[in-house]
Structures are given as structure tokens and as C-alpha cells.
């Protein structure tokens, strides 16, 4: 099994805390999505002849795409390649461009799944964040899909934003509660340099939440999940049983997948790839049948860390014995005290070889897998170059 991402490069404007690829010009874009559909005819071997069984229009905001320009990429992925009947297809979308004729649009192109982009239902703080949508929106939107038709979405909120409590966190929570998605991602407000937050906050124009404030939003969060039904499966995703996505899920447990499009990224197994993040120049090189892309050989103590860094943060937990027998390291025998730290302070548990993190532990989870990473594995340990788990 494999699966397909599409990087949709555009959007209406910046938001202030994001420092993904994108182009707010709209020039290029039908050019770059005839790029796309071109990469894919490229790259046409890359999966093998396996089976697609999950398909995601990730950015960016893949909403912006016209019915047209959705329904060539989605009609040329089943002309390339081994479609499941049953595939997610996944579609990012803002609020804003969630229109009743648009969710139809979508509807008709194959789109199942939609994921939108609410942050939040605060209006301060969608402004604070510079969303091109209202707080109306945020709420409209998922309604207005639910109408449509679409019985699998997931929605996108964002904590940690400074406030003077806890208030409109609980606020947000209970207005998602109300709207009975299937699934939700949530993730703390990040400020990376290259963004208008991180240049605010280091003029001293913007103060992040302090850490504990940030932290006792993620316990409020698990609390009212657990409350509400919702299971964590990865520290980020919550969702209804049954619900998790296939997509983010194959990600996690080391299923192959093709990346197309500017700064996308690929995983073979035993490499990745990793795309230009430039719109010009990846078009200007698709034209000319180059596949303008980065490799980068996994080493197996790669290999090791991607399954740590992926598994330690699910559900399912990091199979200690499959990195033993698979990948040739053994973190019981080289990491025996810290373990034994971890379960005595309660942020671990161990059953029959699968490393678990407790709740406690998810606060620490960036800490506790940096802890465990493998450095460089012997030259001589055994390569395995099938490593669809």
C-alpha cells in the first residue's frame, strides 16, 4: 500500500505564524497545477505498482484549485497508477472558500475527506493569526459541509495562543464539541523566525505563552477529548473511533508515499526526497522532464530514528523488538536506566516490548525521543531495503 501527496502551493494571504511553502500571486497557478499532473507522469515508477490507498491535497490551500484543476490531478493519479476504490482522498480547505457551490464541486470531484482550517473560533485571535476567515466562518463552514454531505471531516485548531486564561480555549473546545466532527488535529501556536511572529516577537512586539501556559492548554485539551469521546491516537490527532486518518496514519507507520509539487517530499523506504520550494524553478524544470528534487540516502540508524521520531508519538506505540530485528538497534540494551527512568517517573510504560508515553510523558515527547535517537549503526549491520511496516 502507498499513498499520494499533492503540495498546492498558493494562498490568499500569509498568516503570521506559518512558514510553509506558498505564493500568494495566483499567476502561476495554473501552470504549476499543469506542472503537477506533468510530475506525476514523471514519476510514475516511483511507487512500484502499489496500490494507492490514500490520496491528500495538502499546502497551502488546495481549496483555491478550480473544479477543473482538482478533477485533472485527481484523473491523472488514476490514469498512473493502482487507485483503491476505497481510497481517502483529503482535501485542505479555509472556512472562507467553503461556499455551498464549492462543497459541491468538491462533492463531484471524488473529494471523502475534508480537512478545514478553522485555528479557532476567536475573532481576536483569527486576526492575531492574520486568517483570511472570521469567526462566523469557522463555524459556517463545517456546517455548511456537513449539509453537503461530507461524513468524514476534520477541522484544525491551535492552542497556546497568549490570553489571559484559559477562557477562550474551553470556549473553542466546547464550540467544536457542538459540531460533532469526526476528527480533530490540534497543535500548539509555534513561532519560527521566518515568519511575522517571530519577527514581532523578536522586536519585543509579540510575547509568546509561557511554556506552562502552553502545557496546561494540552492537559485541558486531553481532559476534554477523553471527556467527549475522542481518541488520541498520535499526541496531535484526535478523533471518533474508527476515525483516524489512513493518510497521516501511513505516514506514521513507514508506508511509502509520492510527494508532487513545489517542496514536496517523498519516502521510499530506503530514501527521501525533497522538492524544490520554489514555483518557478520547479515548473521551469518539470517542463523540461527534470524532477527537480533532493535524495537523501537513509542510513539504517535513519531509519531507526524515523520510526522512533513517527511511532513514540502514537497510539500504537514504538515496537522495541522491531527496531531490535528490523533496524539492528537495541534500545533496551543501550538505553536500560533511561527506560527505567521513565516508567518510575510515569511518563512511560513498557508491555512486551512496545514503548509506550503517558500523558505526562506527551508533554516531554520532543525531549524523551532526542533522548533515545540511535547514532550511527555499525557498517556491518544487516541492511533491509523492504521496509513497508
Given amino acids: 500500500m502507498s499513498g499520494i501527496y499533492l503540495h498546492i502551493p498558493f494562498c490568499k494571504q500569509a498568516c503570521h505564524y506559518c512558514d510553509f511553502h506558498f505564493s500568494t500571486s495566483m499567476g502561476h497557478k495554473a501552470a504549476t497545477v499543469a506542472a503537477?499532473?506533468?510530475?506525476?507522469?514523471?514519476?510514475?515508477?516511483?511507487?512500484?505498482?502499489?496500490?494507492?490507498?490514500?490520496?491528500?491535497?495538502?499546502?497551502?490551500?488546495?481549496?483555491?484549485?478550480?473544479?477543473?484543476?482538482?478533477?485533472?490531478?485527481?484523473?491523472?493519479?488514476?490514469?498512473?497508477?493502482?487507485?483503491?476504490?476505497?481510497?481517502?482522498?483529503?482535501?485542505?480547505?479555509?472556512?472562507?472558500?467553503?461556499?455551498?457551490?464549492?462543497?459541491?464541486?468538491?462533492?463531484?470531484?471524488?473529494?471523502?475527506?475534508?480537512?478545514?482550517?478553522?485555528?479557532?473560533?476567536?475573532?481576536?485571535?483569527?486576526?492575531?493569526?492574520?486568517?483570511?476567515?472570521?469567526?462566523?466562518?469557522?463555524?459556517?463552514?463545517?456546517?455548511?459541509?456537513?449539509?453537503?454531505?461530507?461524513?468524514?471531516?476534520?477541522?484544525?485548531?491551535?492552542?497556546?495562543?497568549?490570553?489571559?486564561?484559559?477562557?477562550?480555549?474551553?470556549?473553542?473546545?466546547?464550540?467544536?464539541?457542538?459540531?460533532?466532527?469526526?476528527?480533530?488535529s490540534c497543535y500548539a501556536l509555534t513561532i519560527e523566525p521566518d515568519t511575522a511572529l517571530g519577527r514581532w516577537s523578536k522586536k519585543g512586539k509579540f510575547k509568546p505563552s509561557e511554556d506552562d501556559f502552553t502545557a496546561q492548554q494540552f492537559e485541558i485539551l486531553l481532559e476534554q477529548m477523553q471527556q467527549h469521546g475522542y481518541v488520541q491516537y498520535e499526541i496531535s490527532n484526535f478523533c471518533q473511533p474508527g476515525h483516524e486518518s489512513r493518510h497521516n496514519s501511513n505516514y506514521w507507520r513507514g508506508v511509502h508515499y509520492l510527494?508532487?509539487?513545489?517542496?514536496?517530499?517523498?519516502?521510499?523506504?530506503?530514501?527521501?526526497?525533497?522538492?524544490?520550494?520554489?514555483?518557478?524553478?520547479?515548473?521551469?524544470?518539470?517542463?523540461?522532464?527534470?524532477?527537480?528534487?533532493?535524495i537523501e540516502e537513509l542510513t539504517l540508524a535513519d531509519q531507526a530514528n524515523d520510526y522512533l521520531l513517527t511511532t513514540l508519538r502514537t497510539i500504537w506505540g514504538c515496537d522495541m523488538g522491531l527496531l531490535r530485528n528490523k533496524y539492528k538497534y537495541d534500545v533496551p540494551a543501550t538505553h536500560a536506566a533511561y527506560l527505567q527512568e521513565l516508567q518510575q517517573k510515569e511518563l512511560a510504560t513498557v508491555q512486551n516490548e512496545v514503548?509506550?508515553?503517558?500523558?505526562?510523558?506527551?508533554?516531554?515527547?520532543?525531549?524523551?525521543?532526542?533522548?533515545?535517537?540511535?547514532?550511527?549503526?555499525?557498517?556491518?549491520?544487516?541492511?533491509?531495503?523492504s521496509n513497508t511496516i
Fill in 36 to 184: 503537477i499532473a506533468r510530475e506525476l507522469e514523471l514519476r510514475q515508477g516511483y511507487l512500484q505498482g502499489q496500490t494507492v490507498q490514500t490520496i491528500y491535497f495538502g499546502g497551502g490551500t488546495p481549496s483555491l484549485l478550480s473544479q477543473a484543476e482538482l478533477e485533472l490531478l485527481l484523473q491523472t493519479i488514476k490514469r498512473l497508477f493502482i487507485v483503491s476504490e476505497d481510497a481517502e482522498i483529503t482535501l485542505e480547505a479555509n472556512p472562507d472558500d467553503l461556499k455551498p457551490e464549492k462543497l459541491r464541486e468538491l462533492k463531484a470531484a471524488g473529494i471523502n475527506r475534508l480537512s478545514i482550517g478553522l485555528q479557532s473560533f476567536h475573532e481576536p485571535h483569527l486576526q492575531l493569526m492574520n486568517r483570511a476567515h472570521n469567526a462566523t466562518e469557522s463555524l459556517q463552514s463545517v456546517k455548511d459541509a456537513q449539509a453537503a454531505g461530507f461524513d468524514n471531516i476534520t477541522v484544525d485548531l491551535i492552542y497556546g495562543i497568549p490570553a489571559p486564561d484559559h477562557t477562550i480555549w474551553l470556549q473553542d473546545l466546547q464550540t467544536l464539541f457542538s459540531l460533532n466532527v469526526q476528527h480533530v
Fill in 259 to 294: 510527494g508532487v509539487g513545489p517542496s514536496a517530499h517523498s519516502f521510499n523506504g530506503s530514501s527521501r526526497q525533497y522538492s524544490v520550494a520554489n514555483n518557478r524553478k520547479y515548473t521551469a524544470a518539470i517542463e523540461e522532464s527534470i524532477i527537480p528534487a533532493e
Fill in 355 to 385: 514503548l509506550y508515553l503517558t500523558d505526562k510523558g506527551k508533554l516531554l515527547a520532543d525531549q524523551i525521543t532526542l533522548d533515545l535517537l540511535a547514532e550511527e549503526l555499525p557498517a556491518d549491520a544487516l541492511y533491509n531495503k
